[in-house]
Structures are given as structure tokens and as C-alpha cells.
């Protein structure tokens, strides 16, 4: 059977006088060996895209992590010089993107940043700078210039029992990495919390009654998705569910 097709969202990086739309190859790579699917990257041209037409080629998104962070005033908030990097052109097709596939029952997996913007397109809002916070813990990635120390496991997260990441990796607590700067405030309509750090910072969520599977990070196990287990398991999951989702698609 021909592998399943899985979307995976763009920054838009300048380089050289140019726009490019780029995805790390660390989540193409997970997709690939994690999940047995192909990856495909979107590029962020926002409105010019059908995203009907082109959720109806494909069997699953993947919203990746980005240094970039989601523009406050797409929920009410003043966007500041600290809280940037800020990218319109991925904003404005992710967001779409994101609600569009949860209301289809697209299967979704979203990471760091695309937890936001999940969040976000659900009507939700975002803490910025967490780390100023009163009672929260640094989240942020370590200062290096190796990944391997910026994606080092960092922190516990507790899992809700009975919830979509409990039934994929059970209901005991498990480190994971920690390299963002905001975080979900008020969930988005419809979102439930899967897991959450000692200092309450919601780690994982789940969309209640969704028509499809949908699991979003804060972390991010495409990193360790070939050497550690809860990463490993998350994306076989998630291939599990495009592969079910193709099947249905196609009538097989």
C-alpha cells in the first residue's frame, strides 16, 4: 500500500533577498521513520491556498515548533519587540489550516508552536514570556550551539488520566524537553488538558469530541523520536492514525 501523505507546516525565513518556506528536517525525518508516512511541506501563502482542496490530497497535518512565536493580536493581546519574532505569512495559513482539519477530522499532530496556534485557531489565548511569570519555571531551551543540549530532557509533565495521551503512553508522569517562551492561557473551544507541568503549564491537549485523532505537544519528541520511548510511541501513533485515515479516505 502506497505510504500515507502527511502536510507539515512552513516558516517563512528571508534569506538572500528571498521568502523561503522551510520545515527543520528533524520533523520531516520523524515523519518519515517515525510514522511511515511522506512528508509534504506547505508553503505560507495564507489565503491564495484552497485548503479544502488540498486537506482533501493528504492524510494528515503536522504542525511543527518555530522560533517564531504567534502574533498576540490574533487574540487580543498587544504584540511587544521581546515577544517576537513574529511570522504573518505562517500565521495566517496555519490557523486557517489547524480548524479547517480539526472540523474534517483530519488526523492532527501538533508541536510547540503549533499547540499555540491550535489553541489560538480554537478561539483560545497565549501566556508570553512565561518566564516572568509569578510561580512558573524557565522554559526555555538551554543557551548551546548543540542541539543535543538545547533538546535535552528537561522536566516532568503529570498525564490526566483517561485522556487521548494517557491511552497512547498510559497514565504515569515522564520527562520531557522544555524550549518555548509562551504558552496556552484560555483553552480554545473544545480543547481539554492532557498533561501539564509541576508548575501548571499545560504540556499536552486534546480536542473533546473531535471527528478525528488530535494530540498536541508543548514539547518536542520529533527530536528523540528514533532513541526515546514516549517520543517513539507518539509518532507511531500519530502514523497509526493517518494510515486508518487514508484507508477511509480512499475507500480501501
Not at 517576537?84 to 472540523?103: F, H, M, S
Request: hydrophobic share 40%; charged share 20%.
Amino acid at each position: 500500500m502506497t505510504q500515507p501523505l502527511v502536510l507539515v507546516t512552513a516558516d517563512v525565513k528571508t534569506f538572500e533577498g528571498y521568502n523561503w518556506h522551510a520545515a527543520t528536517s528533524t520533523y520531516l525525518q520523524a515523519i518519515l521513520k517515525g510514522s511511515g508516512a511522506i512528508p509534504m511541506i506547505l508553503p505560507s501563502l495564507g489565503a491564495d491556498l484552497d485548503l479544502d482542496a488540498v486537506l482533501d490530497q493528504v492524510d494528515g497535518v503536522l504542525a511543527t515548533g518555530s522560533r517564531s512565536n504567534v502574533n498576540p493580536q490574533l487574540y487580543g493581546e498587544i504584540p511587544t519587540e521581546e515577544n517576537g519574532p513574529y511570522d504573518p505569512g505562517r500565521d495566517a495559513t496555519t490557523l486557517p489550516l489547524l480548524k479547517r482539519a480539526v472540523e474534517r477530522g483530519v488526523p492532527v499532530f501538533a508541536i510547540c508552536r503549533g499547540m499555540q496556534e491550535l489553541n489560538v485557531a480554537l478561539g483560545g489565548t497565549l501566556h508570553t514570556e512565561i518566564q516572568t511569570m509569578a510561580g512558573r519555571s524557565d522554559h526555555r531551551a538551554p543557551t548551546s550551539d548543540r542541539q543535543d543540549e538545547r533538546f535535552r530532557i528537561a522536566h516532568p509533565v503529570e498525564v490526566a488520566e483517561g485522556g487521548c495521551l494517557s491511552a497512547v503512553l498510559g497514565a504515569e508522569p515522564f520527562e520531557v524537553n522544555s524550549l518555548h517562551r509562551q504558552a496556552v492561557g484560555a483553552l480554545g473551544n473544545g480543547l481539554t488538558v492532557e498533561a501539564s507541568a509541576e508548575d501548571g503549564t499545560v504540556e499536552a491537549v486534546s480536542v473533546k469530541d473531535s471527528p478525528g485523532y488530535l494530540l498536541a505537544t508543548q514539547w518536542h519528541p520529533e527530536y528523540w523520536v528514533m532513541t526515546d520511548g514516549p517520543s517513539k510511541k507518539l509518532f507511531q501513533a500519530f502514523g497509526d492514525a493517518v494510515r486508518a485515515y487514508r484507508e477511509k479516505r480512499l475507500g480501501l
